[in-house]
């Protein structure tokens, strides 16, 4: 192997084994926490505040009836244009146990299609979750 090869290959090995781990490491871990950006504008309108809650019921409440939160947002977007757009979005926040990740990406696709977005950007972290309950 030449020395330009080595120098290429390397940090792309690098790059695979930073990645591979922190998958191995949210498969390991107890929760993860998913973050679902989801944008409020699709060509020809908006969607509406009873378009959003009714999504919720639909899918996501369905997906995890023991919680999640949502938060609006505004989000700047570049996408497929030569401009970068500012729009209304939604954020999804879910703790959950990290093999819920498959749940998460329905709920993404389903939103990007229902309201014809061109991406809906999900984002998982590792931690630890801990409810503090009772009497204070």
Known sequence: MNRLSTKLILPCLLA??????GCLHCKNAGWCEYKVFCGMSFKGGEVTEADWQRFCDEHVTTAFP???TSFEATGYWKGN?????R???RVLLIIAPADAKDKVLVIARQYREKFQQ???LVVTSTGDAIFVEGEP
């Open 118 to 120: 061109e991406a809906v």
């Open 66 to 68: 023991d919680g999640y």
């Open 87 to 89: 729009e209304n979005s």
């Open 16 to 21: 695979l084994c930073l990645a591979l781990s």
């Open 81 to 85: 244009g030569d401009t970068t757009a």
